[in-house]
């Protein structure tokens, strides 16, 4: 249990610490001593026997209770002076009443909360833990050296406030910690109010007006969040139901039921479902590192870790299938909406949207297959994303541009970036690699719950197919002879960026290894059974895996395939390049743009049409758990 | 010791059964134009032919993903016809058309470049019609196993205590699958990323660029293909092999006159097609048959 704490405890008050660092040595040196403890910490956690709660009588004890308190009130105060100086009356309205509803209860609660029940370790915190950990400190780590970069050479117009920087990225990972320990809920809302704080703080950190915009709409999306979630305490409080998440999961549907609602839309704000997705597309305005941590391993993990959490409320009521839908709306949309886009970054993040969109369906389905699912495409995601994030930061860098038409010949440009991304591609979509074992697994959950909802996925996962293959293309396509840039990685980000790709490559070939010893140990906390994948099934998985290695294996074939010639491109080639004599003796030049479905799918006109059914589903969500 | 058995059969029929099939269709095809067509056997002349020919390329690792196409095409087919998990064996075929797509794109002329990006939105077009008719399969018979699903028929509707075919608890399903069938083939209206006919401008679209043995895998590849779809389409019938064995040679000539009686549509036309089809009758059997049951 004092792990636990430490764990918690380290990245906050490091955090605070590192707003006093000025030198960059000593910035490294204090992040290196907080970061890798935690990540090992974290990895050793996945050893410890769970479930367990905290004994430690005084944490619930005066001290820390005040201190909390006045600290969720100065957080409420100054989102609510934010709001008051950018004019945002939505902001303080929003702030103001989660500082009132919190004073009130403050003021009405009676009777000391148990010490037992504040904190809460299982398999799910666990894994949540060792996202947070080793993924969130990896990134940490990277944005030593490109945070050095960015101010150093590439943009020297934005002011320099790294020790706020750095501080944020420790605290936010001390709050996620805190958030996915916690069992008490208002221990959990106060740590649910520092990843909103931090990432306001963060999305907005160049400073620019669309940063400031960006910031301050994430900023009023997860408030409202806040207050649902502020709400549900305040519902519980009333109805003197249970003040603890573990009580709460345990206790009779009927009371829980608006709570939970209430909760699960606190999630799904955090999680940047439709109506919310726009709060995660203006976010990476952010640099790069602030990108990857809101994409894969923080914040947005911590509204689908809600939305799991509350699975075995949901399983098979209205208010689940309400969840299930917006969720598989929401993996519609965003996949559909990618196959628009040629901005790297934007395909990345309404891919993040679409596949919080399948986790959140998993909780809304709240069935042990659907639960397993949602556990693994977490575990999955985070990976494959932050190292895809990390790798499109990098060629950002390189060549200026993060359009994906411009990453034509990038396997002969940047040969070892590619092949990162190449790998976390197909970790993201592709046979036999985890996301489609897990998106496997949501189809088998779905299609015994609910039927209907398999077409969401079955359009949505061609989509996916769509605009991930059309990138790999444009990856290995290689167009005249491109010249190598040099120098591609330095030492700190390759090792970092091998680091992500092994772990991806690594928890795709081990995931029954991660379903044996993290995930099903979970699901008999929850005392659910399940048959998941069979046997049989299984080793085929292994055999097409194998069958896939069998590629990389090939390049020792390299150059011996066939005759090296030109491409044809309609005319009579002129030197190695695109450049042809085409009819009349004109010399011409070839040039390739990907497809992307204009005329027939346009990014505004579905996110408008996502965003309307998923409030009226939102609407109706909180009505049916009124009234039932 | 069965599935052995059938792997053995596909991996050695399925190429002669798929390459007679492909001679076949030109014949077909030439008497629908009032030619006398090749011989029967000449695809295997062909790919004989192709093999014995220098191998050009334009990028020394494009034949290696085409390789690997062959590959998947081959263990998916085992794996249907073993009579595995029917949802393993639609991630296999998209993972073999992945394969087939990126080695068009490595392919870099422009031509073969647009064949990729058609192959990319037909692939898009037909692959929610193919896991929704699994999904349909798995509701009539509650299995996802083709062995078991070829064994079970409709379960729900019996006549004379006979067990019908799977084709009457999905007939949406089976009449959207003919049309991605269209689509899957290459076959005219939808002819997109690469044809048989010369088009100005796709030359061979995705295979443009492939020559020599290359170009005689993604042959024998097609082979392998054929069979396992018209697979798929004797599974509706399973319950009664004759009847399954005709439909599914029924249903490979109607493709042959679709595609002599349409003109090539745009690739918009085939995505909106598919997809509306697929939404009317994929999802609307499934509507149905969740209302029924």
Known sequence: ?628 | MIPWLNILLYLLLAPVVGGLLSGLDRIISARMQSRQGPPILQPFYDVSKLWQKQTLVVRSSQNFFIVVFLAAVIFTGGLFFSGSDLLLVVFGMTLAAVFFIMGAFKGSSPFSFIGAQRELIQVMAYEPMILLAAIGMYMATRSFQVAEIAGAGDHAAKVAGHTLPLVFALPGIFLGLLYMLIIKFRKSPFDLSSSHHAHQELVRGATTEFSGRGLALIEIAHWYESVLFLGWVYLFFATLPVLGIAVALLVFVLIILVDNVFARLKWQAALKSAWLVTLLLGFGNIVVLSLLR
């Open chain 1, 1 to 628: 249990m004092e792990l636990i704490l430490a764990l918690i405890a380290l990245p906050l008050i490091a955090g605070l610490a590192m707003l006093a660092v000025r030198g960059n040595k000593l910035r490294a040196a204090l992040l290196c001593a907080v970061v890798i403890p935690v990540g090992v910490a974290s990895i050793l956690l996945t050893a410890m026997d769970t479930p367990f709660t905290s004994s430690l009588v005084n944490l619930s004890g005066p001290a820390i209770h005040w201190s909390m308190f006045a600290l969720e009130m100065l957080m409420g105060l100054f989102m609510a002076a934010v709001g008051v100086r950018y004019q945002r009356p939505l902001i303080y309205l929003l702030a103001l009443s989660q500082v009132a509803i919190l004073g009130w209860l403050e003021v009405n609660a009676h009777g000391a909360e148990s010490a037992a029940g504040i904190l809460y370790v299982d398999k799910l915190a666990v894994i949540m833990a060792l996202i947070n950990g080793a993924i969130g400190g990896g990134i940490c780590l990277y944005a030593l050296s490109y945070m050095k970069d960015y101010h150093e050479h590439d943009h020297k117009e934005v002011a320099d406030r790294r020790p706020l920087f750095f501080a944020l990225l420790l605290i936010f990972m001390g709050a996620m910690f805190g958030l996915v320990f916690s069992n008490n809920l208002s221990w959990l809302q106060f740590f649910w109010e520092i990843t909103t704080l931090c990432s306001f703080l963060l999305i907005g950190y160049t400073q620019t007006p669309e940063a400031h915009k960006n910031a301050l709409r994430a900023l009023t999306m997860n408030l409202l969040g806040g207050l649902a979630f502020s709400l549900a305490i305040l519902y519980l409080h009333r109805k003197n139901g249970p003040m603890d998440l573990q009580s709460l999961l345990a206790s009779s549907k009927a009371i829980v039921l608006l709570p939970a609602a209430l909760l699960a839309f606190a999630g799904i704000t955090k999680a940047a479902q439709l109506p919310f997705s726009s709060w995660l597309l203006g976010a990476m305005v952010a640099p790069t590192p602030v990108s990857a941590l809101l994409h894969s391993s923080t914040m947005v993990k911590a509204g689908v870790y809600m939305v799991l959490r509350l699975a075995p409320v949901l399983a098979g009521n209205s208010v689940g299938l309400i969840v299930a839908i917006i969720g598989s709306v929401t993996f519609v949309v965003g996949s559909l909406a990618a196959t628009t886009q040629s901005d790297a970054k934007r395909v990345l993040a309404w891919s993040t949207i679409a596949n919080l969109g399948l986790i959140v369906l998993c909780g809304g389905i709240g069935t042990p297959e659907a639960i397993w699912a949602g556990v693994l495409l977490i575990i999955f995601h985070a990976l494959a994303k932050c190292l895809l994030f990390l790798c499109v930061g990098l060629v950002e860098h390189k060549t200026h541009s993060r359009d994906i038409d411009a990453m034509s010949g990038l396997v002969v440009r940047m040969p070892r970036v590619a092949i990162l991304m190449l790998i976390g591609m197909a970790g993201m979509f592709l046979a036999p690699f985890g996301m489609l074992i897990s998106k496997w697994a949501v189809l088998k959950a779905v299609i015994d719950q609910y039927p209907l909802l398999s077409v969401f996925i079955a359009f949505g996962g061609a989509a996916t197919l769509y605009f991930w293959v059309k990138w790999m293309g444009k990856i290995v396509e290689v167009v005249g002879k491109p010249e190598p840039l040099r120098p591609e990685l330095t030492w700190g980000q390759a090792s970092i960026l091998y680091g992500m790709a092994a772990a991806t490559f690594a928890t795709c070939m081990l995931f029954p290894l991660i379903s044996w010893a993290l995930v099903e140990p979970y699901l008999a906390e929850l005392h659910l059974k399940s048959d998941l994948l069979s046997h049989g099934n299984l080793i085929l998985v292994m055999l097409m895996m194998a069958l896939i290695l069998l590629f990389p294996l090939s390049f020792l074939y390299y150059g011996r395939g066939g005759t090296l010639s030109e491409p044809y491109l309609g005319g009579a080639n002129v030197d190695a390049g695109p450049t042809f004599v085409g009819s009349a003796g004109v010399i011409t030049t070839s040039a390739t743009r990907g497809y992307y479905l204009h005329g027939i799918l346009d990014e505004r006109w579905l996110a408008r049409c996502g965003e309307f059914a998923c409030i009226a589903l939102l609407a109706l969500m909180i009505l049916l758990a009124v009234t039932l």
